[in-house]
């Protein structure tokens, strides 16, 4: 995994993040929470364990974290502003939000029993250095908690709703930056435990979580996108009325191509959830 990140993907990325973070805790009917309580259950806190949350967002997992490890603390890091704010309001007693980068974390070696990463580990500028910066914090034995969305279980809809972007950023003469596409296979399980082994950590369980529905229009189904990602948003988002319902005419028109009433407008939410102990 190479560095692949220019300084403006990150401020793309953080900006998306900052928009999104007063709706990000009820997207999808609260799907993001629903992925932090199964990510914290198999991380299994304990009491007076000491866990850093990488990526901590509104801080689902770190405030999920809290009570399971009271009196210990948890510290949650973040570049967005906003979720952070968000993170902050909401915050148990022992629970600390800071601004930190994933890839430049202040903490001396071997602080932490548990290190976690909802959701995340895809949007690092840098992965590799992350992955490193989590595994020099943890103590010898110390746990790391990651959830990544599994891509390849996207419906067909999905699919080709997401290839149809890129053509209709053109048309838009948007130019937006972009990760590498390597990310897109981070939350596939025959991938995401071979990069915790390549950061010297140990597979110790790992579970799946499907879940998934149907919109009812492409209005509905444009805007459950537009929370998906940066160029679904911006994109989105982006577009006057005019150029918004003809994005919704192309998405009817997609949809009816399926062939398969039930295919259209059904999408899937997958996930892969890993916990690995340091080496
Ligand atoms: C999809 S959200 C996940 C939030 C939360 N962990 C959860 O489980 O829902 C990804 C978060 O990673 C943050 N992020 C992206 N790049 C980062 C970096 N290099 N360092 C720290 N946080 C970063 C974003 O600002 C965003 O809040």
Redesign the pocket.
Known sequence: MDPDASDEM?DH??DF?DRVAPV?DTWAGGQ??R??TR?VDLATPSQNEQVL?????????ANLVAPRVNPGLVIG????EN?LSIARANKAKNVQFVG????HLVFRPATFDLV?????LA????PTT?LAEANRVLRPGGRLAV?CQRRSLNTRAQDLFFQGLVPLARRHYLSLPRYSSERSRFGEPDVLPEILATAGFDLMRMTEMVTGGRTHDAREWTELMAGAGPLPYTLIRSLGPRYRNELEAEVEAAMASLGDPDEAFRYHHSYVLAVARKR
Request: charged content about 10%.
């Open positions: 990150v990325l953080v993040f990000y993001h929470g992925v932090a990510l949350d990488v990526g901590t967002g509104t801080g689902l997992v890091v973040d570049l967005s979720m930190m980068a994933a890839e976690t990463m909802g959701q995340a949007y690092f500028a840098d992350a959830s």
